[in-house]
């Protein structure tokens, strides 16, 4: 079983910065991609960004230049840290890891990200 706990989500007015952790514990050797997902009222989820267990990220058109996705595989940790918010942005962030390939087997519990304008 693998746990994920978010931190450092809050409220932030528009062109601030927040940065999001990500702790893992449990069987984490099941995990190699991380990534962090969100999902508004009203929308479906989406995803944000993904880090390979090789350190090969992929990010949403929406928030490229913007946000950076980094890990600590000491600390099976994974980090989001968003530049320039925006309204848009407003959601629960969700972390989510797994398999390279599959990196939202598991699920946090969300940490909510308002953007005021």
């Known amino acids: 079983q693998v746990q994920l706990v978010e931190s450092g989500g809050g409220l932030v007015q528009a062109g601030g910065s927040l940065r999001l952790s990500c702790a893992a514990s449990g069987i984490i050797f099941t995990i190699n991609a991380m990534g962090w997902y969100r999902q508004a009222p009203g929308n479906q989820r989406e995803s944000v960004a993904v880090?390979?267990?090789?350190?090969?990220?992929n990010y949403a058109d929406s928030v490229k230049g913007r946000f950076t996705i980094s890990r600590d595989n000491a600390k099976n940790a994974v980090y989001l840290q968003m530049n320039s918010l925006k309204p848009e942005d407003t959601a629960v962030y969700y972390c989510?890891?797994?398999?390279?390939?599959?990196?939202?087997?598991?699920w946090g519990q969300g940490t909510q990200v308002t953007v005021s304008s």
């Open positions: 880090i390979t267990s090789g350190g090969r990220t």
């Open positions: 989510t890891g797994g398999p390279d390939g599959f990196p939202r087997r598991y």
